[in-house]
Nanobody
Framework: QVRLVESGGGSVQFGESLRLSCAASEKIRYIKVMGWYRQAPGNQRELVAL???????KYADSAKGRFTISGDSDRGTVVLQMNSLEPEDTATYYC?????????????WGQGTQVTVSA
């Protein structure tokens, strides 16, 4: 059973930075996309950033200019560098790896890591 192991969450002050890391517990083949999502209490889970196996990145408007995603689809690792953090960024952050093989798709999810930003 493949697991995604996340690390790097924590509590910081407004304007500080955090670096979230995610690694697959074993080799994942046919990775199509890797990303980070977040969910704040009372809200739906939302996309923060994703990166394709080809290296194309996409960001939520709230993340543009502050967050940077990087990943290695061969190793199954994805990192989210978050700068200039704001209280609105407070949420549980989840790593996601999407796999596509022929017509089958499968999503792997991490257990979530808490990010808390105080004013």
């Amino acid at each position: 059973q493949v697991r995604l192991v996340e690390s790097g969450g924590g509590s910081v002050q407004f304007g500080e930075s955090l670096r979230l890391s995610c690694a697959a517990s074993e080799k994942i083949r046919y990775i199509k996309v890797m990303g980070w999502y977040r969910q704040a209490p009372g809200n739906q889970r939302e996309l923060v950033a994703l990166i394709t196996s080809g290296g194309s990145a996409k960001y939520a408007d709230s993340a543009k200019g502050r967050f940077t995603i990087s990943g290695d689809s061969d190793r199954g690792t994805v990192v989210l560098q978050m700068n200039s953090l704001e209280p609105e960024d407070t949420a549980t952050y989840y790593c996601n790896i999407g796999v596509t093989y022929l017509h089958d798709e499968h999503d792997y999810w991490g257990q979530g890591t808490q990010v808390t930003v105080s004013a």
